[in-house]
């Protein structure tokens, strides 16, 4: 069966546009969305440091299948009050299919200097933006979500203007654990 492909253009702000191809029949996973786009959708979400409080519970009785591991290189940052995000992060794996259901997302990301006063993180799927609160943790907050989508990093820090020096990113890496 040959999917359907149809395009869209997607608002990145500033007067930019994104084409975007939305694959019907399951060909691809699902693109993350932009933190922007989730913060439209969800009027009442704070974007703020600790708007979304992370459970870092395993649980008991918790049966993991199969996992999966990407990363994406972390974006430089030029700008305060800019969302800058990361390249797509596909799910890869042979036992990951799109009936699969997430149950745990570690996190890892880095910059070359210690990022400044105000900066806060993301992490973003086709459904939700999930704010970090450091570096490197896991998290259930995506449980049930497809484990066949992709995921992708944002970053902002707080204020407007340039940032002298930009911040330069290094690593940014997702492992989920599906069911």
């Given at each position: 069966?040959?999917?359907?492909?149809?395009?869209?253009?997607?608002?990145?702000?500033?007067?930019?546009?994104?084409?975007?191809?939305?694959?019907?029949?399951?060909?691809?996973?699902?693109?993350?969305?932009?933190?922007?786009?989730?913060?439209?959708?969800?009027?009442?979400?704070?974007?703020?440091?600790?708007?979304?409080?992370l459970d870092s519970n395993t649980g008991a009785g918790s049966q993991i299948t199969g996992s999966w591991s990407g990363s994406a290189a972390a974006p430089a940052m030029f700008q305060r009050g800019v969302a800058y995000q990361?390249?797509?992060?596909?799910?890869?794996?042979?036992?990951?299919?799109?009936?699969?259901?997430?149950?745990?997302?570690?996190?890892?990301?880095?910059?070359?200097?210690?990022?400044?006063?105000?900066?806060?993180?993301?992490?973003?799927?086709?459904?939700?933006?999930?704010?970090?609160?450091?570096?490197?943790?896991?998290?259930?907050?995506?449980?049930?979500?497809?484990?066949?989508?992709?995921?992708?990093?944002?970053?902002?820090?707080?204020?407007?203007?340039?940032?002298?020096?930009?911040?330069?990113?290094?690593?940014?890496?997702?492992?989920?654990?599906?069911?």
């Amino acid at each position: 069966m040959k999917a359907k492909r149809t395009n869209t253009l997607q608002w990145l702000g500033f007067g930019i546009w994104l084409a975007a191809s939305i694959v019907a029949a399951q060909e691809r996973p699902a693109a993350a969305i932009t933190l922007d786009t989730y913060l439209q959708r969800n009027p009442g979400v704070s974007g703020g440091q600790g708007a979304v409080r992370l459970d870092s519970n395993t649980g008991a009785g918790s049966q993991i299948t199969g996992s999966w591991s990407g990363s994406a290189a972390a974006p430089a940052m030029f700008q305060r009050g800019v969302a800058y995000q990361t390249a797509q992060i596909v799910p890869v794996g042979s036992g990951v299919t799109p009936v699969s259901r997430t149950h745990r997302v570690s996190w890892q990301y880095s910059f070359l200097s210690a990022p400044p006063a105000g900066a806060r993180a993301y992490l973003c799927n086709y459904a939700r933006c999930v704010a970090l609160d450091g570096a490197s943790g896991s998290t259930t907050a995506f449980a049930g979500d497809s484990g066949w989508s992709n995921f992708a990093f944002a970053f902002v820090i707080a204020g407007r203007g340039a940032l002298t020096p930009a911040l330069q990113g290094s690593g940014s890496q997702v492992i989920v654990n599906y069911q």
